[in-house]
């Protein structure tokens, strides 16, 4: 008979989970994501369950990797709130399961994972699309996924400047005291995508923020927030001027508000790019729009477990 899961929170995920071991994994999950192979990744689109009361949704991300024996979901709640609210927009917890007894080998906290490769996957989608001489980069909101962004993307990349936009000055200058490194309060978003080469927009707003107009020609945009079909973070212009590229087309099309409601094509998967069997067109103005896929939690909850393994098997 198995034994009880190990349970695996926040902190201890901190001092498992690192971007130099998580980056590489995530890129061979996108590229066997995209191969379509059921031995390799079985991961329907998100279930999601509104929450009407509480104005939130309980998405469920389950995922199979037949040929890595890794099997696992996520439940994540995430809500559409007030700015102000003390509550948190995104709860996530991970189950790894064994996949040939079917029991739980671990639950984890979902929060940092969940910051992390979602930061790690937008990361990845610059290091394909962005242009090499990139120098400035812009990040809309100053949230959890900023911070998290803020930390892959300065870790990943040599900028010249960061810089941040939050709705209130006062948020945006505790992002830059919650930072290590130097980051420039802008107080409107024009001003602070003028010019920018990469722009990270991690909002939870549901109308755009970011428009066509602002952005300069070749820049390219990692869109996190909008994850909803009927919530948007850019504008019509931007969609349709811009090459798209998503970590799911499937899941582009049932949850992305900027995707639907603009009619812009998704052009590829980030997969694809990784696999060699779409173009990274890196010279043009680019968006890659994230959703969050569950192969991306599944390998990053087994790298977590590997790690726990090999820290308390140690003598
Ligand atoms: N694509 C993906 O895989 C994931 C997407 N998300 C989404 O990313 C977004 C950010 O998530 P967190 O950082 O965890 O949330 P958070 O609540 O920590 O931060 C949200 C930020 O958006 C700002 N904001 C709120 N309403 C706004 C509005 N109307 N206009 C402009 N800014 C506004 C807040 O001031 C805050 O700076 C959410 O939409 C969330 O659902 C979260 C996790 C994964
Ligand atoms: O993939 C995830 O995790 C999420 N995606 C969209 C909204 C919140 C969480």
Redesign the pocket.
């Known amino acids: 008979m198995a034994g009880p899961p190990v349970v695996i929170w926040e902190q201890e995920v901190e001092g498992l989970l690192h971007y130099r071991e998580l980056v590489p994994r995530l890129e061979e999950a996108l590229g066997k994501f995209s191969r379509r192979d059921s031995a390799e990744v079985i991961q329907p689109v998100?279930t999601t369950l509104t929450l009407q009361k509480h104005h939130g949704?309980l998405?469920l991300?389950p995922t199979y990797m037949e040929n890595d024996g890794v099997l696992c979901t996520?439940f994540?709640c995430?809500y559409k709130r007030e700015d102000g609210s003390s509550l948190p927009?995104?709860q996530?917890t991970l189950v790894l399961l064994d996949p040939e007894y079917g029991n739980v080998k671990a639950v984890m906290d979902?929060e940092l994972i969940?910051g992390m490769r979602?930061a790690a996957v937008s990361a990845i989608s610059a290091k394909l699309l962005m242009r090499p001489e990139a120098e400035v980069l812009a990040i809309l909101g100053t949230g959890k996924q900023a911070l998290s962004h803020y930390n892959a993307f300065t870790e990943m990349f040599s900028f010249k400047e960061v810089r941040v936009w939050s709705r209130t000055r006062q948020k945006a200058e505790s992002f830059c005291r919650s930072v290590s490194g130097p980051v420039t309060v802008c107080v409107s978003v024009q001003e602070a995508v003028r010019g920018a080469d990469a722009i990270v927009t991690v909002t939870r707003c549901t109308e755009p923020v970011l428009f066509g107009q602002w952005v300069k020609p070749g820049a390219h945009v990692a869109a996190v927030g909008a994850?909803r079909p009927d919530w948007r973070e850019l504008d019509d212009v931007l969609m349709k001027e811009a090459v798209v590229y998503a970590d799911s087309r499937e899941g582009a099309m049932a949850?992305s508000g900027d995707v639907i409601l603009s009619g812009a094509e998704v052009f590829a998967e980030l997969g694809e790019v990784i696999n060699g069997t779409n173009t990274a067109h890196r010279e043009k103005t680019t968006v890659f729009k994230?959703?969050?896929?569950?192969v991306?939690?599944a390998v990053s909850a087994q790298l977590v477990f590997d790690q726990w393994k090999a820290k308390t098997s140690q003598p």
């Open positions: 998100r949704f998405g991300m996520k994540v995430f927009a995104v996530a979902g969940t979602t994850c949850e994230s959703l969050g896929m569950g991306e939690d």
